[in-house]
């Protein structure tokens, strides 16, 4: 199903990641989301003290570029499917209100990075050890194309069928790199669930 605003909250991985992608359509789109995720995390209680909203804003939007590239990387461009339309974009579903589309990717966020970090996991490791880092996306049988099955994909129809999960893993270092700051994020939420819905 293709949704046709922001707003619509992504409920799995695939959908998680389209939606930061389909956010990404100006220049300050993705800092906007940062800044906004931060301002909302310093305004809980007892956390204007703590430095959490400028680490937010000051990593957050790396991660997120990271996170288009990755897919832009592995995706069949010519064929790929977007759960978000183009007319699901920041300027029209989040300028005017950007706390009400950065609630929606907070609630999702657990999702996508989750997901990311399994991902990464699974494609650095052999399939001797429990992993995929040796096979490829065009073997519709391997267990790299069925953990792409499992997060949403049309493996051989969406997704580069030459990538290898080797190479995938090349093109995640970006999720060590938030690594902190999502544990952060983390504390915070799980000491605040009122706010959050995940």
Same mark, same amino acid.
């Given at each position: 199903m293709v949704h046709h605003s922001l707003h619509v909250s992504p409920k799995e991985f695939k959908e998680t990641l389209d939606w930061v992608a %389909? @956010?990404? &359509?100006? +220049?300050?789109?993705?800092? $906007? +989301?940062s800044h906004t995720v931060g301002?909302?995390?310093?305004? +809980? #209680?007892?956390?204007?003290?703590?430095?959490?909203? /400028?680490?937010? %804003?000051?990593?957050?939007?790396?991660?997120?570029f990271s996170v288009v590239n990755f897919l832009d990387h592995i995706r069949n461009d010519a064929v790929y499917r977007m759960d978000y339309s183009r007319n699901a974009n920041w300027m029209k579903d989040c300028d005017e209100n950007p706390e009400k589309c950065a609630q929606t990717f907070i609630d @999702?966020? #657990?999702?996508?990075?989750?997901? +990311?970090?399994?991902? =990464?996991?699974k494609c *650095?490791? *052999? =399939? @001797?050890?429990?992993?995929?880092? /040796?096979?490829?996306?065009?073997?519709?049988?391997? $267990?790299l194309a069925h953990v792409f099955h499992m997060l949403g994909? &049309?493996?051989?129809?969406?997704?580069?069928?030459?990538?290898?999960? %080797?190479?995938?893993?090349?093109?995640?270092?970006?999720? /060590?790199?938030? =690594?902190?700051?999502?544990h952060s994020m983390t504390v915070v939420m799980d000491s605040h669930p009122a706010f959050f819905e995940y």
């Open positions: %389909a @956010a990404n &359509d100006g +220049l300050f789109s993705l800092y $906007d +989301l301002d909302m995390f310093d305004s +809980l #209680p007892g956390m204007s003290v703590t430095n959490i909203g /400028d680490e937010i %804003a000051n990593n957050l939007p790396d991660f997120l @999702a966020f #657990p999702i996508l990075f989750d997901g +990311l970090q399994e991902l =990464k996991y *650095s490791v *052999s =399939k @001797a050890n429990g992993g995929c880092s /040796d096979e490829s996306l065009g073997d519709p049988d391997s $267990d994909y &049309d493996v051989s129809r969406e997704l580069d069928v030459f990538k290898t999960g %080797a190479e995938i893993a090349e093109e995640m270092d970006f999720v /060590d790199e938030f =690594k902190p700051t999502f």
